[in-house]
């Protein structure tokens, strides 16, 4: 048995392709497709420290949350300064990464040469470092409306722990506050993890005000172009995208997506497009689609459909019925 085993194994390993060749091929395509590859880089932001730095801001934001160790208001201090010390010298890093990257994107070399690349880097990371105060205040009101918001929520902390909206609003604000500052490429890979663990995506470029919930939260989709004012309630499968990308890049810088106003709740499945306005105190019912402005503290909701209920033939009954008042 050992024998014909150990003889069919040879046969196969002789009739497989030689390894040089399928090598060959594989870089024949690498010249064929130069878009595809990204050799003799020196500079290219790691996606894995990205997603680190967001989960030590995570800590900052959220002190005794997600760390390995209790805290207590005796260790805090030191804790937080190692945890900065860290933040700072991993973000200067992928922004030094980024910006020179972005500087060969767009001149071949010109990143190489850029030492105003690593000056701008320290000066955009202590930037940002600098506006966690104000980033923790934001991400307070956002905690508070989903606990105040969901009455299946037994606490601020259940919220914190286990909301996938509300982790993506905090990786969108970590991620905006980059985007503003103007750092290329970090603040997209940030927004595309969110989408990846969550299921919603919202792209760094939206502006969304406090108190802002995401309630279930598949699906959600919220364009780069948009603004949300404050107390903005969103449910699954809510999409507020462009009306038509037809154009592609010359849609670029342009305002393509909607305006929604203070206190407005958007409701299951509504799609809404194109660069219209929600008036403050609207309410959006599930699955309408919209593509038109609409004056404040107005509701819109979809025309009910015709609901039949008829009887079905009875049968014999049987066991295991789902009929049988047994079942």
């Given amino acids: 048995m050992t024998s014909t085993h150990d003889d069919n194994q040879t046969s196969a390993a002789a009739n497989r392709a030689p390894l040089g060749e399928m090598v060959d091929a594989i870089l024949q395509s690498y ?16 996606r894995g420290r990205t997603i680190d730095i967001i989960e030590l801001v995570r800590r900052v934001v959220f ?71 104000a980033l923790r205040d934001v991400m307070a009101s956002d905690v ?14 259940e919220t ?13 604000r970590v991620a905006h506050e980059l985007h503003v500052l103007g750092v290329p490429l970090l603040p997209r890979i940030m927004s595309e993890y ?22 279930h939260g598949t699906g959600v989709v919220i364009g780069e172009t948009c603004v949300l004012g404050d107390h903005v309630k969103v449910y699954q499968g809510v999409t507020l995208g462009a009306l038509s990308t037809k154009g592609g890049q010359s849609w670029r810088g342009r305002k393509r997506h909607p305006t929604i106003g ?14 219209i306005t929600i008036g403050e105190g ?9 593509t038109k402005s609409v004056e404040p503290w107005h509701t819109v909701t979809m025309k009910t459909q015709e609901l039949e209920i008829r009887p079905r033939p009875r049968k014999p009954q049987r066991n295991g019925d789902l009929d049988s008042p047994s079942a």
């Fill in 144 to 157: 508070q409306a989903a606990f105040d918001g969901d009455p299946a929520a037994g606490s601020i902390d």
């Fill in 194 to 215: 969110a989408h990846n663990e969550t299921g919603i995506d919202i792209h760094p470029g939206a502006t969304i005000g406090r108190s802002f919930f995401i309630d």
């Fill in 31 to 46: 010249r064929q497709l130069p878009s595809l590859h990204h050799l003799d880089a020196t500079f290219l932001p790691h």
């Fill in 63 to 133: 002190p005794g949350f997600f760390d390995d160790q209790r805290l207590t208001s005796d260790t805090i201090r030191f804790h937080v300064g190692e945890l900065v010390n860290c933040l700072r010298g991993q973000l200067y890093e992928q922004v030094r990464q980024a910006l020179r990257h972005d500087a060969n994107h767009q001149a071949q070399g010109r990143g190489d040469a850029c030492d105003l690349c690593d000056h701008k880097a320290a000066k955009l990371t202590d930037d940002f470092l600098g506006r966690i105060p």
């Fill in 160 to 172: 914190i722990f286990c909301y996938p909206g509300v982790d993506a609003t905090f990786i969108h």
């Fill in 262 to 275: 203070n206190d407005v709740t958007l409701y299951g499945g509504a799609i809404i497009l194109g660069d």
């Fill in 282 to 290: 609207c309410v959006i019912g599930g699955s309408v689609f919209l």
